[in-house]
């Protein structure tokens, strides 16, 4: 039955992969395929509409061989109207305005093309860009550049390791780079991980139990998948279907473009990856199940059924419950088959199917749990710990749909961390919980203490270790620390007292250098509230310095003053601060700049050339001579001598 299935399906399945007019701008028509973005390499390590914690992957990722400095190419013709540093997220990244009206952005760069820097440095904000701070610069003047043209160099700035993020948008509109060109042709299989069922109400019973089930899958034959187990599934209520699956590109896994969920030749839900509204950035949870989907695709669970507020675009069907599997509208006795058919890049499809049967069985001697909720996305909700030393508020859409949660003292939790006061109990918000809009907003508070100036929010870990949450502020004449959150988990506060500490970074493993490519790396390093990232007390040579920050490694690279990469010894002195306000210990570092070796210049050979001359040309140049033998002073003409350019000091600009 199966196989005369899918002979049924083929056809209508490669409709599917045909790009349409929808999945462009209104009125856009592609010329031609879009230049490949990085020079040399060819791997997709991240698909459009992926899952991220917290929000869609808006766009595509290129691998660069894990290489920094790679030349990033202009994907089409147009200007470089703008650039920015975000330290936290994309690093430098760079907008291309494209001449067909599309406008790409490229992230986590190295640095910029030089005729891109010229136009930098032209700006209101180019001491922010000399200073490595966070900026948003808009080019005083347009740099045109022509498709496959270099206009940045990869690198590892901001979020995960060196690679090339990738967006594409217009209007709003983010659209899927594989539409363009910037697609695999020969791509790698789509693999079906996991089927999982959810009940969708109290006295929902799948296989006769009130709980999620899931079930691997595994290949029958080419691009086919089955259930692991029974392939028929009993089920009495309303349930829910996820599909855990990915595309495989390497040694990475990617999201898939469209999902399908069909009985018979109707299509009860799915979706198409072609593009997303900037306003949806954060709706992911309403495609992905984020309480198991992991942004490395292990794995990407994706729903079949539409969520409460799902609006997205590329959906099948945006009606209320469509895609839930009700026995209610079964029949006894009668097995529907359900197949879910998968695309991905280069025209890869996969097939999956299974059978779900009406369950006639009497549960009614089974008692289940009723579900409770205390927070709804169309109102505003306050709650308080029993010690009334904890709230939680929650606004209009916190949540996309509703949700239950509690706050309760962990009092055999200590914080036993050195150097670290704790002045609170701490506080689980519970249960697990990721679907949040908006979030809410926890208020701690803290008694009167000396400590109160170096203490802050802190998240406990899995693994027992704290992090500071960013973002936190503290009222004085409430004596509370308030912060907006979008997770659950386990939450104190803690003073703390420790200084960070600052060493030579493993780099500087010699103390005299060759003045070219030359760069000064320390290394910082704290257990509580973190590193600032411009709190420095640097000199070199007496000279006050500047450095940047790598939170990711905890490199502190010193780029000021220029005097640093000048031939001769030098000494560098520097310490560090941490948000508490702790100071480390001042390292020094004496070191060496080798002077360019001399280049000797090669003198000319004067050739003589004997010249013939006539009666009448002799009697000239004796008049000549006889001038020029008079007492009449002549002035020396001093010869000018040009000196060989200098090398270019190390460049700061990224």
Do not use: C
Request: aromatic residues 12%; positive net charge.
């Amino acid at each position: 039955m199966l196989r005369f299935l899918v002979l049924v399906l083929i056809p209508s399945f490669f409709t599917l992969l045909a790009i349409s007019s929808t999945d462009y701008p209104p009125g856009f028509v592609l010329k031609n395929p879009y230049t490949w973005p990085v020079k040399g390499h060819d791997s997709i390590t991240g698909a459009f509409g992926e899952f991220r914690t917290g929000h869609f992957h808006m766009g595509q990722d290129f691998s660069t061989g894990g290489k920094i400095g790679v030349p990033i190419l202009a994907v089409a013709k147009g200007k470089v109207t703008r650039v920015q540093r975000r330290w936290t997220s994309i690093g430098y990244a760079l907008f291309l305005q494209h001449d067909d009206g599309m406008t790409s952005r490229y992230g986590h760069l190295h640095k910029f093309a030089p005729k891109v820097v010229k136009q930098i440095l032209k700006s209101k904000q180019a001491r922010r860009f000399k200073d490595r701070t966070d900026f948003d610069i808009a080019l005083p003047e347009p740099v045109e550049v022509d498709a496959g043209e270099t206009i940045a160099f990869s690198g590892d700035t901001g979020v995960g390791p060196p690679h090339l993020h990738f967006e594409l948008f217009k209007d709003n509109i983010y659209y899927n780079p594989m539409h363009f060109g910037l697609g695999y042709n020969a791509a790698e299989p789509i693999v079906f991980n996991t089927l999982r069922i959810t009940p969708q109400t109290p006295r929902t019973f799948i296989n006769g139990r009130n709980e999620t089930i899931e079930i691997p899958f595994y290949e029958t034959s080419g691009n086919r998948f089955e259930l692991s187990e029974s392939p028929t599934l009993f089920i009495q209520g309303k349930v829910g279907i996820q599909i855990a699956i990915h595309q495989k590109s390497n040694n990475n896994r990617l999201g898939i473009f469209t999902l399908d969920m069909l009985i018979g030749d109707n299509v009860l839900q799915g979706f198409q990856l072609s593009k997303i509204l900037k306003e949806h950035t954060r709706k992911n949870v309403l495609l992905y199940d984020s309480s198991v989907s992991k942004p490395n695709g292990n794995p990407f669970s994706y729903y079949l059924h539409t969520r409460d507020g799902n609006d997205l675009l590329g959906m099948r069907s945006n009606g209320r419950e469509q895609g839930l599997l009700d026995s209610e509208q079964m029949k006894m006795g009668e097995p529907k088959e359900v197949t879910i058919r998968a695309t991905g890049m280069g025209g890869q499809m996969s097939l999956a199917s299974f059978y779900v049967l009406k369950d006639q069985g009497d549960y009614s001697h089974i008692v289940t749990k009723e579900w409770k909720y205390n927070v709804y996305y169309d109102r505003y909700t306050t709650f308080k710990s029993k010690d009334t030393k904890v709230e939680l508020f929650f606004p209009v859409n916190a949540v996309y749909s509703k949700a239950f949660f509690e706050i309760e003292a962990q009092e055999q939790i200590k914080i036993n961390t050195q150097g670290l006061n704790q002045l609170s109990s701490v506080y689980k918000i519970g249960p697990d919980f990721k679907d949040f809009n908006l979030g809410y907003d926890l208020y701690v508070k803290v008694p009167k203490t000396k400590d109160i100036n170096s203490a802050d929010l802190y998240e406990v870990l899995p693994d027992g270790n704290v992090k500071k949450i960013n973002g936190s502020s503290f009222s004085s004449w409430g004596q509370f620390f308030k912060v907006r959150l979008r997770k659950t988990g386990l939450f104190v506060v803690l003073s703390d007292q420790t200084p960070p500490n600052i060493y030579l970074h493993e780099l500087m493993n010699k103390t005299v250098y060759p003045r070219e490519d030359f760069a000064l790396y320390l290394k910082a390093v704290d257990v509580g509230s973190g590193i600032m990232p411009d709190g420095f007390d640097i000199t070199v040579d007496g000279i006050p310095g500047k450095a940047e920050f790598f939170p990711k490694d905890g490199r502190l690279e010193i780029f000021e003053p220029e005097i640093l990469y000048e031939p001769g010894k030098h000494t560098v002195l520097a310490s560090v601060r941490d948000y508490a306000g702790n100071w480390s210990s001042t390292v020094r570092y004496d070191y060496e700049i080798q002077a360019p070796p001399v280049v000797e210049e090669k003198k000319k050979i004067v050739t003589e050339t004997k010249v013939i001359e006539t009666p009448n040309e002799k009697k000239s140049a004796k008049e000549t001579k006889s001038k020029q033998s008079s007492p009449k002073v002549q002035k020396a003409v001093k010869p000018i001598t040009i000196a060989p350019k200098a090398k270019d000091k190390k460049s700061t600009s990224r």
